[in-house]
Every structure is written in structure tokens, then in C-alpha cells.
């Protein structure tokens, strides 16, 4: 079974500057996360899909982040402008949920440094 | 809402050792809690899941045990190895939507 996966896995990138990252989760997952991870933190959530429809958003800064799920498999995250705080790893995971049983497995990340 | 919190931040003993993770939580009403391994530049890998109803897990050297009354939980990790070498970390999973909570984790390092 193919994991999660994210692209690309660097970016560098100037304040003011744009970005994108790109995850394709686990085949049939219907549920779609994205997280930030400051150097030194936990992950934290950013968004959360089920499907093409947002569950929870309420940790994303709307003023420079977006995302979307549009045809509810692979998922886009933006942030624009792009702040020297925003440096971290961006990490994309996908869930499964059998019975009782709920596995959450993570991509790679996209490590971006924002200078 | 619910918060997690790891300690120690860093840990470094030599190999051999049997050592104690330690995470607490503020919120009892979980669903789960999950055990992850972070290495450096990679995803996360999950080691261990307890379900609420449950008091611990094991897997090979891991045990992992939950306290949900006291939110607690601890990750001990026998006869450590230098390959466990990694930051690890302590999730949650509550509330309607079902989300992880993480702590910030320990930094284990395992001297040969």
C-alpha cells in the first residue's frame, strides 16, 4: 500500500513570496489533514477534510493560508504572503477508520524556511 | 480545550537502559491516545494506540500505559537500542471532530 505523499519535500522561499505544497493521501482515505510543525513543537492542526468538505479550519490563518480538496482525493495547501514565522515542516495526513480502530498515517512533510 | 504536555523535553542515556517516557492530558473524554516516533526529516510513524476502554499496549520492547482518569500516560522503552534514537511523541484524539491533540515530545537519545 502506497503511503502518503507530499511535494516538494524543500522550499526556500523570500517573506511577501508565495508557496504551495501538495499532498496525495493513502488511496480511499476519506479524511484529509494538514499540520504545521514548528521547530521544536508538536504538530499542529492546520485544516481538516472529509471528503471535498472542511471540517475544521479554525486553527488556519485565512488571511495568507488556503486550501482546498476539490475533487476530495489530493489536496492543495498556499500560504500567500508567506512570513518568516511560517518557517516549520508542513505535514499532510490521511486516516483510515476501521471499526474502532482510527490509524492516522503522515507523509514525509514539506520543510520550508522562509528568509 | 484540550492540551498535552511531555516530559522530559530531552533524554539521553546510554544503551541498555530501560527508561520512561511521561505524557498528561487535560481532558479525559479521549477516544484514544497514540504513540508516535519522529526522525529527524521524516514523517511520523505511529508506535502505539490505546482506545479509552484500554490500559495498555504493547509492542516488542514498547509498553504503553493510560491513566484516563488522571490523564496520564507513559511509553517505556526496554533494553533501549541506539536505533531508538528519535523525538517521540504523545497525540490525543477527542472532541465531535475526532482530532489529535499533540504534546510537544521528548527527544530520546540512546548512547552506544
Known amino acids: 500500500e502506497a503511503g502518503v505523499a507530499q511535494s516538494p519535500r524543500y522550499k526556500i522561499i523570500e517573506k511577501r513570496q508565495s508557496v504551495a505544497f501538495w499532498c496525495n493521501p493513502i488511496s480511499g482515505h476519506a479524511t484529509l489533514y494538514w499540520y504545521q510543525q514548528i521547530l521544536g513543537q508538536g504538530p499542529k492542526l492546520l485544516i481538516q477534510?472529509?471528503?471535498?468538505?472542511?471540517?475544521?479550519d479554525s486553527q488556519l490563518p485565512k488571511d495568507r493560508f488556503s486550501a482546498e480538496r476539490l475533487k476530495g482525493v489530493d489536496s492543495t495547501l498556499k500560504i500567500q504572503p508567506a512570513k518568516l514565522e511560517d518557517s516549520a515542516v508542513y505535514l499532510c495526513?490521511?486516516?483510515?477508520?476501521?471499526?474502532?480502530?482510527?490509524?492516522?498515517?503522515f507523509g514525509p512533510g514539506t520543510r520550508l524556511l522562509v528568509l | 480545550k484540550q492540551e498535552v504536555t511531555q516530559i522530559p523535553a530531552a533524554l539521553s542515556v546510554p544503551e541498555g537502559e530501560n527508561l520512561v517516557l511521561n505524557c498528561s492530558f487535560t481532558?479525559?473524554?479521549?477516544?484514544?491516545l497514540q504513540w508516535f516516533r519522529q526522525d529527524p526529516g521524516k514523517g511520523l510513524t505511529s508506535l502505539l494506540l490505546?482506545?479509552?476502554?484500554?490500559r495498555e499496549q504493547t509492542s516488542g520492547r514498547l509498553n504503553a500505559s493510560l491513566d484516563k482518569s488522571s490523564g496520564r500516560s507513559t511509553l517505556y522503552i526496554a533494553a533501549s537500542q541506539p536505533g531508538d534514537s528519535a523525538t517521540y511523541l504523545c497525540a490525543v484524539r477527542s472532541g465531535s471532530a475526532r482530532q489529535l491533540t499533540f504534546g510537544s515530545g521528548t527527544q530520546l537519545t540512546v548512547l552506544p
Open positions: 490505546i482506545q479509552s476502554s484500554q
Open positions: 495526513a490521511s486516516r483510515e477508520q476501521q471499526g474502532t480502530q482510527e490509524t492516522q498515517y
Open positions: 481532558d479525559s473524554a479521549i477516544y484514544n
Open positions: 477534510f472529509q471528503n471535498n468538505g472542511v471540517v475544521d
